[in-house]
């Protein structure tokens, strides 16, 4: 069964400090999409992205994130100077239809 | 936006019996609502899900019913086993172009061997 694939699976890094997510969606899906799970609590929503642009964004994706899809298979999240509440589990899923997401293993981000 | 609201937060079950888990949602646009099973540490995998167009839909031991009017809809377990353990969140959109996601906070199933 295709695969949704992201690394690095555990990020720590400096306050202040840029991060860069990548995940490699299934190669037919054409929907994309960046998740954040703070622990314990629920799955937010970050950001879709279709027709290599962003077609919606949740009111936590501000000025520090950005997302690219530089060469038609990876696709990335760059936070530009993470902050402590940016501690997460990222997720990115990915769909062909719209529907029936396939979720990514996640990248543990660790803000010190 | 949509708001999902999920209940209980932790359910426990004797291995056999069923569980019950269930959703609200407050957009009546909303029209597909998946559930996914996330294991300690691991992603959240789809289980089963359902589209407005339907009142209920069953894959072997899980179903999901659908109850527009109330808007609710409800996860149900028969027959659990201990690899049923997990959290469980339901979700709901609109299944329009984005299809973004909105999820519930979550249920901690336990089943007691």
């Known amino acids: 069964e295709p695969e949704v694939t992201q690394t690095p699976s555990h990020q720590v890094t400096q306050m202040g400090q840029e991060v860069i997510l990548r995940c490699v969606p299934i190669s037919n899906h054409l929907y994309f999409y960046w998740y954040r799970q703070i622990l314990g609590q629920k799955v937010e929503f970050l950001v879709s992205f279709y027709n290599n642009e962003i077609s919606e964004k949740s009111e936590i994706f501000d000025d520090q994130f950005s997302v690219e899809r530089p060469d038609g298979s990876n696709f990335t999240l760059k936070i530009r100077s993470t902050k402590l509440e940016d501690s997460a589990m990222y997720f990115c899923?990915?769909?062909?239809?719209?529907?029936?997401?396939?979720f990514g293993s996640g990248t543990r981000l660790t803000v010190v | 936006g949509e708001n999902v609201e999920q209940h209980p937060s932790t359910l426990s079950v004797q291995e056999g019996d069923s569980a019950v888990i269930k959703c609200t949602y407050s957009d009546s646009a909303s029209n597909y609502f998946p559930w996914y099973k996330q294991e300690l540490g691991k992603r959240p995998q789809l289980i089963i899900d359902?589209?407005?167009?339907?009142g209920e839909k069953k894959d072997q031991r899980i179903a999901v019913t659908l109850n527009k009017t109330a808007k609710h809809f409800s996860l149900h377990i028969t027959e659990t086993q201990p690899e049923d353990s997990a959290v469980y969140f339901c979700?709901?959109?609109?299944?329009?172009?984005?299809?973004?996601?909105?999820f519930g906070k979550g249920n901690q199933v336990v089943v007691i061997p």
């Open positions: 359902i589209r407005s167009n339907v």
């Open positions: 979700a709901a959109s609109t299944l329009s172009g984005n299809n973004r996601l909105a």
């Open positions: 899923a990915s769909t062909r239809d719209s529907y029936g997401y396939t």
